[in-house]
């Protein structure tokens, strides 16, 4: 037990301590893309995709309400997205969401100047997809144990490890958590 408590306090502090270099810089203008995109994806990961911010929105999947995509700031709460979501990020313009249905797995993007929606990636597997991150222009996803990449054209498999749980990409680097049989 004292391991495990170690363990979330030491993921706290470094967590803190990273907000607090990011927040330290966030007036450089070159770097709030950055900044944006490194928060976005520790938001990600600690809330299950479930909210993200952009410009001077937060966006949020609302699960009393189908769970339907809303955007809010000081003076407005208004739903952009009906239908029901799994995973929200945000990155160029745009807010990408991940839905999952029996049958399909898609990803789709709201552009966020006139909320227009396009499917853009669609994906057959049983897992669906997952853990959603928008990292140098790229969109990174998980589906049937692969992390894929998504350039805006293509995708390719960048990381396959059928034990992967959870994931995130910082720097170039992919961090990610397994399993073993073993609970080691």
């Known amino acids: ?3 495990i408590i170690s363990f979330i306090l030491s993921l706290f502090v470094v967590w803190t301590g990273t907000i607090s270099v990011l927040c330290d ?3 450089n203008q070159s770097n709030k893309k950055h900044i944006n995109g490194i928060y976005n994806n520790i938001s990600n990961t600690i809330n ?35 239908g029901t ?3 929200l990020c945000v990155g160029n313009g745009y807010l990408y969401f991940s839905k999952s249905t029996l049958d399909e797995a898609s990803i789709s993007a709201i552009n966020l100047e006139d909320y227009s929606v396009k499917k853009i990636v669609s994906v057959d597997g049983e ?5 959603l991150y928008f990292v140098n222009d790229n969109l990174y996803f998980k ?19 059928t034990k992967m749980y959870n994931y995130c990409i910082n720097n170039d680097l992919i961090f ?7 609970n080691e």
């Open 1 to 3: 037990m004292k391991r």
């Open 25 to 27: 810089d966030i007036d």
């Open 48 to 82: 299950g995709g479930f909210v993200c911010s952009y410009g001077d929105y937060i966006y949020y999947i609302n699960p009393d309400d189908s769970d339907g995509i809303y955007m809010k700031n000081q003076s407005i709460n208004k739903k952009i997205y009906t």
């Open 85 to 87: 979501v799994n995973y």
């Open 127 to 131: 897992e669906g997809i997952m853990e």
């Open 143 to 161: 589906t049937n144990n692969k992390i894929i990449e998504y350039d805006g054209l293509k995708q390719k498999t960048v990381f396959q490890n």
């Open 176 to 182: 990610y958590d397994y399993y073993n049989e073993n």
